[in-house]
């Protein structure tokens, strides 16, 4: 199998060969192997060429099997040039409309919030449309009254497919999905994601389903965040939920996510949710976690289901054991986090 790697941008640089090391590591240890072919994609080529990544990119990276990559974004360039130029057109390109963002505790991570150690939701994210539209966006300036314009696009289709994917996922687990919404009026868009995320949960009496606002729900999930099962939500809903449900987890640096494909018609993307974190870049100290969480949930894509589970084994022993970075309280720099995951792996 080919994989593509982009380490892009900030500690994507660091994080990604630290997992890659972990990813071998484990498919090791069932003689099995993958092809890894680097993409020195991301905000160097961009400063070098005016391209995030060749203009050919996107038919490169559909020869391959999956994509795994750091993070992009880096100071001084605008996020809308590198993230336009590279993460959201393969997400958009390859129909990778689910964005899996599973939260777990940590055994022997503490969680900043009362019951933080007990979640573990599944949170789907929608991760083609939505407020995250190419439409109508614009900026008027230089007028009396400028004013910024932003579109947000729901289609039936968008919205069916991934509450189908979520209802799948709430079935096999403890049967309770919530619906994140702000259907009080306000945004116009939202009545309509409730009623066909509710069309479609009907099918599948098995499963609960409850619609909670977004604001009331980003307070429950810090007040009592075990009672979560699944969550499926928006694009811009989703991306927020996933950055506080990883902190209540531990760390916003050990949250894996898989931007899927489901139907496999063209490869998917596997990246942790965290950024370039400029203010801890070049220094050794990111928490790898989420990079190698993203590259076990690559490796389970891929059919590769006994590596995916021992290298998940071999992460959260290795947390457990206290070889943890600073963000969770420890003192492990990135290498010495991939190395001891290697480590359980080669014993
Ligand atoms: P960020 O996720 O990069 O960092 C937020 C905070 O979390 C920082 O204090 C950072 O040091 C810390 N952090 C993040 N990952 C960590 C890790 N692995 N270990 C330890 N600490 C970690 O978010 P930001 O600072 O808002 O964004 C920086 C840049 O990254 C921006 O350009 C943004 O657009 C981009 N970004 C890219 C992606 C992506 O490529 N998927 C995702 C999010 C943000
Ligand atoms: C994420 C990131 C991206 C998003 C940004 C960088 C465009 O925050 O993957 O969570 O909002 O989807
Ligand atoms: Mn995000």
Redesign the pocket.
């Known amino acids: 199998m080919r994989i593509a790697v982009i380490p ?1 941008d ?3 640089q660091e ?1 990604v060969p630290a997992a890659i090391a972990c990813i071998d590591a484990a498919l090791a240890r069932h003689d099995s192997r993958v092809d890894w072919v680097h993409h020195d994609w991301g905000s160097d080529l961009y400063q070098r060429t005016g391209g995030m990544m060749p203009a050919d990119g996107i038919e490169v990276l559909s020869r391959h099997d999956a994509i795994f ?1 750091g ?4 100071p001084g360039i605008p ?1 809308t040039e ?2 336009w130029g590279l ?1 959201i057109p393969i997400r958009r390109e390859f129909r990778q409309y689910v964005n899996l963002r599973p939260v777990r505790a940590l055994a022997g991570v503490p969680s900043p919030v009362a019951g933080g150690d007990g979640i573990d939701i599944v949170l789907v994210r929608e991760n083609n449309e939505g407020e995250y539209s190419e439409v109508g966006g614009r900026t008027y300036r230089g007028r009396a009254e400028e004013e910024a314009i932003q579109v947000n696009v729901f289609t039936r289709h968008g919205i069916e497919r991934v509450a189908r994917y979520a209802v799948a996922q709430a079935r096999r687990r403890r049967g309770l999905l919530t619906s994140a919404t702000k259907s009080n009026g306000i945004i116009h868009s939202m009545p309509f994601w409730d009623e066909v995320v509710a069309e479609v949960a009907a099918g599948t009496p098995e499963v609960r389903l409850e619609s909670i606002l977004i604001d009331a729900l980003a307070a429950r999930l810090v007040l009592d965040p075990g009672r979560f099962d699944v969550i499926v939500a928006s694009n811009l809903f989703g991306d927020i939920l996933s950055d506080l449900a990883g902190a209540i987890a531990g ?3 050990v949250a894996p996510s898989a931007n899927l494909n489901p139907e496999r018609e063209y490869p998917s993307l596997f ?10 870049a070049g220094r050794g ?4 976690v ?1 990079a190698i969480w993203s590259g076990a949930m690559m490796l389970e894509h891929l059919g590769h289901v006994e590596a995916a589970d021992d290298l998940t084994a071999a992460f959260r022993r290795v947390t457990a054991d206290g070889v943890r ?3 969770l309280g420890g003192t492990a720099t990135t290498s010495e986090v991939s190395a001891a995951v290697v480590a359980q792996l080669t014993a």
Request: charged fraction near 10%; hydrophobic fraction near 45%; charge should be negative.
């Open positions: 892009g900030g500690i994507g994080v990559l993070a992009v974004g880096m996020d590198t993230l993460l760390s916003i640096g990246e942790p949710v965290h950024g370039s974190a400029p203010d801890i100290i990111a928490n790898p989420g970075t600073a963000d």
